[in-house]
């Protein structure tokens, strides 16, 4: 069997599977785009042992996400971002964590100065 990897990608990874076809209402047109990746990999088995022959496999993933989209008006194209609300969110987190931490060491090192100075 002959499987055409190249072809099925192609086919999969397009912004239409993911957002649908451009739109165009009352004069403005709009073109939806994603970020598209994947990866792919493959095994082996063994040839000699207790149980030659054994083994093999092989997979390929593929995700999307949406970037923005293009909006043309009167002959004016402006770029509009998709906004990530959780990656947003995931960074405020990362980012307090981050604060604090360096909070605690800072008044860590002003206790321990202190007490060394009373002695």
Known sequence: MDIDVSGTVKDVATV?????EPTVQDGVTVIPVARIG???GAGSGKQE???PG???GGGFGL?????GVYVIKDGDVR?????DINKIIAG???VAVVALLTVRAVAR?????????RH
């Not at 995700?63 to 970037?67: C, H, K, L, Y």
């Not at 770029?79 to 906004?83: F, I, L």
């Not at 090192?109 to 100075?117: D, H, N, Q, S, V």
């Open 79 to 83: 770029w509009r971002p998709a906004v």
């Open 63 to 67: 995700g999307a996400s949406p970037a």
């Open 109 to 117: 090192m002003r206790l321990a100065a202190r007490g060394r100075r």
């Open 92 to 94: 405020g987190q990362v």
């Open 54 to 56: 054994e083994g093999a």
């Open 38 to 40: 994947g990866g792919g």
């Open 49 to 51: 042992g207790e149980r």
């Open 16 to 20: 239409r599977r993911v957002f649908g």
